[in-house]
């Protein structure tokens, strides 16, 4: 009998599954798994890998960072992705053109994820570039939120095409703060209406078609003085008013602007307080195992199973989608090797 998903995403110490590894994913709370460079060597590997996690569990969530550019943590056997800025370079001059572009990124993005039997990758990045920020930088489509909106827009239209569901990230925008959230807590001191008119256009534009969002481990001291991934005034302006159904996952939990909110078990039980359906904690097997006991009377929830890889369009033709995939895989090689 299928075991629901729990609101846990762990990661794994290495490319192939441990005993230890084997026991903790029978553990109800686990919902899912998320891949870094260390577990991957190639996409044969990779599919291996996610064949073994499926032996024993085979409902649960297979994640991946696979943006494009510096975060692409698969690249043996598929192709190397430029980053989104380079994407975008071309939008203002040529806008059909790049959205074009973005969109058969997000197609070939989801198609390879999905033949290595990954479920997901946390893309795409939705934060504008403030010019201040090292850690978004070309990462971001692009310093104009309407801009970033529409490509990322067509990126996800691409995914959505692909039979792969699409994240949004890092609610409400981390593009405006010089501080990397994985070593401290950065503080965004801008008013929420500056906020409302550049960092939330592209996920107030995008809200309805988004599948998951991940808040960022920001301050928007303005608004609330918990970051985002722990306040339920922004997670409830992401449901109420901005209209979000889908997955609420929290950024790694065991990052350093996480720590605010107190121990792991502490943080985890804050997250899912504030809205969060789904809580990562990688790089830290204590910190996991403590979440997961926190986690322990929390009910399954059923829209988590919605994230699970489904297909392609039923009407895709195999032959077609290959010669698609050759022009856009050459495309986008040629442009990552600039």
């Known amino acids: 009998m299928t075991q629901p998903l729990g609101p846990v995403m762990l990661d794994l110490e290495g490319t192939t599954l441990s005993a230890e590894e084997r026991a903790l994913l029978g553990r109800p709370e686990v919902g899912g798994v998320i891949l870094f460079a260390r577990n991957v060597e190639s996409a044969d590997q990779v599919r291996s890998l996610c064949r073994a ?6 409902e649960l969530l297979l994640a991946i960072d696979q943006e494009g550019g510096r975060v692409q943590r698969l690249r043996d056997g598929v192709t190397r992705l430029p980053a989104m800025r380079r994407l975008g370079k071309d939008f203002a001059a040529h806008p059909e053109v790049t959205l074009r572009l973005c969109q058969d990124a997000g197609w070939l993005l989801g198609m390879e994820m999905a033949a290595c039997g990954l479920d997901l990758s946390f893309a795409p990045v939705l934060d504008v570039d403030g010019g201040s920020s090292t850690v978004i930088g070309d990462r971001s489509f692009s310093d104009d939120p309407q801009a970033v909106a529409a490509m990322a827009g067509a990126f996800v239209k691409g995914l959505h ?4 569901v699409a994240v949004g990230k890092h609610f409400p925008g981390h593009g ?3 501080a990397d959230s ?7 001191d801008r008013p ?3 906020l409302r008119e550049h960092d939330l256009v592209p996920f107030d534009r995008l809200a309805s078609c988004l599948d998951g969002v991940m808040p960022a481990h920001v301050v928007y001291s303005a608004f609330d003085p918990r970051p985002a991934g722990f306040s339920p005034a922004w997670l409830g302006m992401l449901r109420e008013t901005l209209g979000f159904k889908g997955v609420i996952f929290s950024d790694d939990l065991s990052m350093a602007g996480a720590a605010s909110a107190g121990s792991p078990g502490e943080r985890a039980l804050a997250a899912l307080a504030a809205g969060c359906d789904m809580l990562l904690v990688c790089n830290d097997r204590a910190a996991a195992r403590e979440v997961l006991d926190a986690c322990r009377e ?9 994230l699970r890889y489904a297909r392609a369009r039923p009407d895709l033709d195999a032959i ?3 010669s698609r995939w050759r022009r856009v895989h050459a495309r986008l090689e040629a442009m990552a090797r600039d």
């Not at 996690?53 to 085979?58: D, F, K, N, T, V």
């Not at 095409?161 to 792969?164: D, H, L, N, T, V």
């Not at 994985?182 to 965004?188: A, C, F, G, I, S």
């Open 53 to 58: 996690i499926r032996r024993e569990r085979p």
């Open 161 to 164: 095409e692909a039979g792969m």
């Open 320 to 322: 077609g989608a290959l």
């Open 298 to 306: 929390r009910p399954p929830l059923p829209r988590l199973a919605r």
């Open 182 to 188: 994985h070593r401290e807590l950065p503080v965004d």
């Open 176 to 178: 405006g703060v010089a």
């Open 192 to 194: 929420l209406a500056a």
